[in-house]
């Protein structure tokens, strides 16, 4: 018995010291690249936020506001502020240059060279779901706005659609000549890893610019119908709530206490320029 036993003990080693050397053989490579996969989640997450940019940039310049950015503009921006060194300054024309102060010092291979070889071209701006240059593409028509065809025209509502902004980066192959432990790298080699990111919202939706345009919108009777029966129902509203409040404000009774339908400038809600620093 003691034999039989001693044969097996010694067969579930060697099982145990083959499936060890079959995982490590998965495992240590996967291990030995983590490194480099962090970099390329990292530039992942960097390049969400920057179709996020690109998309809600188109929000506040737009021609309903002012003007739409130059795709030469937004595009140096992006590069700048999502992909160059992370404690790049915000400055108007700012635009990054190919050498390593104005690279992210985590991006780079093993070889010390960055992911990014060249912002002009590796990081590139569209429009739309065709990838398009032209702006003209992010817009994707929409009829959920149909039913309200008069309060659309009547508000000034654009029925351009839904806006897409996309960020595209290419990353550099590591070097055909790199040699790493356990041959970890040469899967990224010849990877040819392209990210592509992109970010849908409404553009261009009606707003106001101060309280009195809200008013002139609004005070079109097909939108706001209490704008033409108000100065015939305040008067009778106003009479109702004096006779009701008669018994709390005696002697002195306010005669002009109504809801004051179709009044729009007596419900603005305005800050006093005092409180305002």
Same mark, same amino acid.
């Not at 992210?104 to 093993?110: H, M, S, T």
């Not at 261009?204 to 209490?226: F, G, M």
């Given at each position: 018995?003691?034999?039989?036993?001693?044969?097996?003990?010694?067969?579930?080693?060697?099982?145990?010291?083959?499936?060890?050397?079959?995982? $490590?053989?998965?495992?240590?490579?996967?291990?030995?690249?983590?490194?480099?996969?962090?970099? /390329?989640?990292?530039?992942?997450?960097?390049?969400?936020?920057?179709?996020? /940019?690109? !998309?809600?940039?188109?929000?506040? =310049?737009?021609?309903?506001?002012? !003007? %739409?950015?130059?795709?030469e503009q937004l595009n140096g921006e992006v590069q700048r502020r999502f992909f160059s060194n992370p404690d790049a300054p915000i400055k108007t024309g700012d635009?990054?240059?190919?050498?390593?102060?104005?690279?992210?010092?985590? %991006?780079?291979?093993?070889?010390?060279?960055?992911?990014? =070889? +060249?912002?002009?071209?590796?990081?590139?701006?569209?429009?739309?779901?065709?990838?398009?240059?032209?702006?003209?593409? $992010?817009?994707?028509?929409?009829?959920?706005?149909?039913?309200?065809?008069?309060?659309?025209?009547?508000?000034?509502?654009? +029925?351009?659609?839904? /806006? =897409?902004?996309n960020v595209t980066v290419t990353l550099a192959n590591l070097s055909s000549n790199l040699v790493g432990p356990t041959k970890s790298y040469d899967f990224f080699?010849?990877? +040819?890893?392209?990210?592509?990111?992109?970010?849908?919202?409404?553009?261009? !939706? %009606?707003?106001?610019?101060?309280? !009195?345009?809200?008013?002139?919108?609004?005070?079109?009777?097909?939108?706001?119908? $209490?704008?033409?029966?108000?100065?015939?129902?305040?008067?009778?509203?106003?009479?109702?709530?004096?006779?009701?409040?008669?018994?709390?404000?005696?002697?002195?009774?306010?005669?002009?206490?109504?809801?004051?339908?179709?009044?729009?400038? /007596? %419900?603005?809600?305005?800050?006093? $320029?005092?409180?305002?620093?």
């Amino acid at each position: 018995m003691s034999a039989r036993l001693s044969i097996g003990l010694r067969a579930q080693r060697g099982q145990s010291l083959t499936e060890f050397v079959i995982i $490590a053989l998965v495992l240590v490579p996967l291990f030995l690249a983590l490194p480099l996969l962090a970099k /390329y989640q990292d530039i992942a997450q960097a390049t969400e936020m920057a179709g996020r /940019y690109v !998309a809600f940039d188109g929000t506040t =310049r737009n021609p309903g506001t002012s !003007a %739409w950015k130059t795709p030469e503009q937004l595009n140096g921006e992006v590069q700048r502020r999502f992909f160059s060194n992370p404690d790049a300054p915000i400055k108007t024309g700012d635009t990054p240059g190919d050498f390593k102060a104005h690279q992210n010092l985590y %991006w780079r291979d093993p070889e010390d060279k960055s992911l990014i =070889r +060249n912002f002009g071209s590796d990081i590139r701006i569209s429009f739309g779901e065709s990838l398009a240059a032209d702006r003209g593409a $992010a817009f994707k028509s929409s009829h959920d706005g149909d039913p309200f065809i008069v309060a659309r025209n009547q508000l000034n509502l654009e +029925n351009t659609g839904m /806006y =897409r902004g996309n960020v595209t980066v290419t990353l550099a192959n590591l070097s055909s000549n790199l040699v790493g432990p356990t041959k970890s790298y040469d899967f990224f080699k010849n990877v +040819n890893l392209r990210m592509t990111r992109h970010t849908t919202v409404l553009v261009d !939706a %009606w707003s106001a610019k101060s309280a !009195a345009d809200v008013e002139d919108h609004l005070k079109n009777p097909l939108i706001y119908p $209490a704008v033409a029966v108000g100065p015939v129902i305040n008067p009778l509203v106003d009479a109702g709530v004096a006779i009701m409040e008669m018994p709390r404000y005696l002697p002195g009774v306010c005669l002009n206490c109504g809801t004051k339908v179709g009044e729009l400038d /007596y %419900w603005r809600d305005e800050v006093p $320029a005092d409180r305002i620093r």
